[in-house]
């Protein structure tokens, strides 16, 4: 497979394993906080800070759970003046480089800083994509052709789905000149992969604005097959086919006179509207065949009403623009937030109803107000998590979701699970390392109302976490004595341990030792 390389490659292809871990610190719940503590129960999630980190502490609860990933990362167009971050120059990012690509990011052009901040950021939401999972990113010609190559190297080419264009508006400044160097720009794209070659898209269909009636179809058509040349209304064709085998045939014929005869008993006239109408009540579901002589004593098929129109990859019946739509929502001004029509065809295409949804580019939080906007249309229960690096975060991105009537916790990120020599930071409150132990260890939540050593038991396994910021603990028959929770087997963190072997193989204890084995999850 065509590789790209580019200047830094090499020191970000596996730097997601070594972002550290961070807590995330929940600020404020909205509408109101009620419960008081946090509620990890995966209610809307908007996070400010950069989401290298945040998709790093959103792996613990998320890894393999979200259903559709929607982004729109900065296009590296070259352009300072926007309110974001659009090349990759964010005082944050231009830190990070310098971190994690050394002296060599001092050389690196746009489009290699760029490649070295996408590329680890694409590997965590691999891995928090779901196996039937799709990702869709939003980006122009700048990137597009380098995005193609990233993507097929994190994703594995074999789940490129689809470039879906969108149209954009046109600029008719090169209307004055008599050459060029290139064409107007009228679109971007949109770019699917799946998690899974095996992963299935749904059928997907364009809204008509506006409903076409029922029409028929001749039933002869040209290509020779004798075999389906046979009698219907006492004509047998002498060259080409019919369109259905014998017997379908025969069944359609059947049910247009029931339907015939169903809109003569309620005396009405057997037009194209009540022929629809009757359709619609009775055989939509079923999706049964209809097959009638016509005036001309032609034998037709029925095409049925649709609202749908069958569906490809030209989504130029919608703008990449939502300016009109954003400014409805605030008076703070935001380049190019994206037409929220287009992340809501995208969600209901792919995903259930109960989805989670996650945007880690989240901008003015367009994703959140289409998931707002579906869930109202279908009665849906999709929850939404969005990260935003800028401090608009709050005034910008949340405020839009507040008026929009989105019900979401705000986090900040919090401090780091680990110090840099390795050791637990004892800034973080042991509930966060409690919880984190925990989730690592059985993908589920502890019990909130747990105190002392005692995390949770799964799975006949009883989990304790035995720690003291200010001293060392030992694991030991004293420390045992203290245990009232029967288990088939028993987890026990602690600093050190003082029991032998063949005591903790006999009573099937697992020592593990703070920090190695926390930082080993
Ligand atoms: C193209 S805009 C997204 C616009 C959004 N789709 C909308 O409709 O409003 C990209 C956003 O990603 C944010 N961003 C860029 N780098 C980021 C990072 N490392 N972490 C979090 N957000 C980042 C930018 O601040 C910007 O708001």
Same mark, same amino acid.
Request: one cysteine or more; glycine letters at 6%; aromatic letters at 12%.
């Given at each position: ?243 259905? %085998?014998?017997? +379908?045939?025969? $069944?359609?014929? =059947?049910?247009?006179?029931?339907? #015939? &005869? ?5 005396? /009405? ?109 279908? %009665?849906?229960? +999709?929850?939404? $998590?969005?990260? =935003?690096?800028?401090?608009?975060? #709050? &005034? ?5 979701? /507040? ?112 920090? +190695? ?5």
């Amino acid at each position: 497979m065509p590789t790209l390389h580019w200047i830094g490659k090499d020191k970000v292809v596996n730097h997601h394993h070594d972002v550290p871990f961070h807590i995330l610190d929940k600020k404020y719940s909205f509408p109101t906080d009620l419960s008081g503590f946090e509620n990890l129960t995966g209610l809307n999630k908007i996070i400010h800070g950069d989401n290298l980190l945040a998709l790093k502490a959103l792996l613990p609860e998320y890894e393999g759970k979200i259903k559709c990933i929607y982004i729109d990362p900065p296009y590296n167009t070259g352009n300072e003046n926007w309110v974001y971050n659009d090349n990759v120059n964010h005082p944050q990012i231009k830190k990070w480089l310098g971190q994690v690509v050394g002296r060599e990011a001092e050389d690196l052009t746009r489009h290699d800083k760029w490649l070295c901040m996408m590329y680890p950021r694409l590997k965590l939401l691999h891995k928090l994509l779901a196996d039937d999972g799709a990702i869709f990113i939003s980006i122009d010609d700048n990137e597009v052709s380098h995005l193609r190559l990233i993507m097929d190297e994190v994703f594995g080419s074999g789940n490129f789905r689809n470039h879906i264009i969108i149209k954009r508006g046109t600029k008719s400044v090169q209307a004055q000149f008599d050459s060029i160097d290139k064409l107007g720009i009228a679109c971007e794209h949109l770019v699917c992969y799946s998690k899974n070659i095996s992963y299935k898209l749904p059928q997907f269909y364009f809204d008509l604005e506006e409903a076409k009636e029922g029409t028929w179809n001749n039933h002869w058509r040209g290509t020779d097959r004798p075999t389906m040349r046979y009698e219907i209304f006492g004509i047998t064709p002498e060259e080409g086919q019919w369109r259905w %085998g014998k017997q +379908r045939s025969e $069944i359609a014929i =059947e049910n247009y006179k029931k339907c #015939e &005869n169903d809109i003569k008993n309620k005396n /009405r006239v057997v037009n194209q509207k009540n022929i629809d109408d009757w359709y619609l009540l009775n055989a939509i579901e079923k999706e049964i065949d209809l097959l009638r002589l016509s005036k001309n004593n032609k034998p037709e098929h029925y095409i049925a009403p649709t609202d749908k129109k069958f569906g490809h990859n030209l989504w130029t019946d919608l703008m990449v623009n939502g300016t009109s739509e954003y400014n409805k929502y605030s008076e703070i001004k935001f380049d190019n937030p994206k037409n929220s029509k287009i992340i809501e065809r995208i969600f209901k295409w792919v995903g259930g109803k109960s989805d989670i949804i996650l945007d880690s580019f989240a901008g003015s939080g367009t994703t959140a107000h289409a998931v707002i906007n579906l869930n109202k249309a279908d %009665g849906g229960n +999709r929850k939404f $998590i969005l990260v =935003e690096m800028e401090d608009y975060a #709050e &005034n910008i991105t949340a405020e839009r979701v /507040r008026r929009v009537g989105g019900e979401f916790d705000f986090y900040e990120l919090g401090l780091p699970l680990f110090e840099e020599d390795g050791n637990l930071n004892e800034k973080v409150p042991t509930e966060k390392i409690r919880e984190y132990i925990y989730f690592m260890e059985t993908k589920a939540l502890p019990n909130m109302g747990e105190a002392g050593y005692f995390l949770g038991k799964h799975s006949e396994t009883a989990y304790y976490f035995y720690y003291e910021k200010e001293s060392q603990t030992n694991l030991d028959y004293d420390f045992l004595s203290t245990i009232k929770i029967k288990a088939e087997q028993y987890v026990i963190y602690a600093d050190n341990c003082l029991l032998t072997k063949a005591y903790m193989l006999e009573k099937h204890i697992i020592f593990k030792k703070i920090p +190695r084995d926390i930082s080993k999850l």
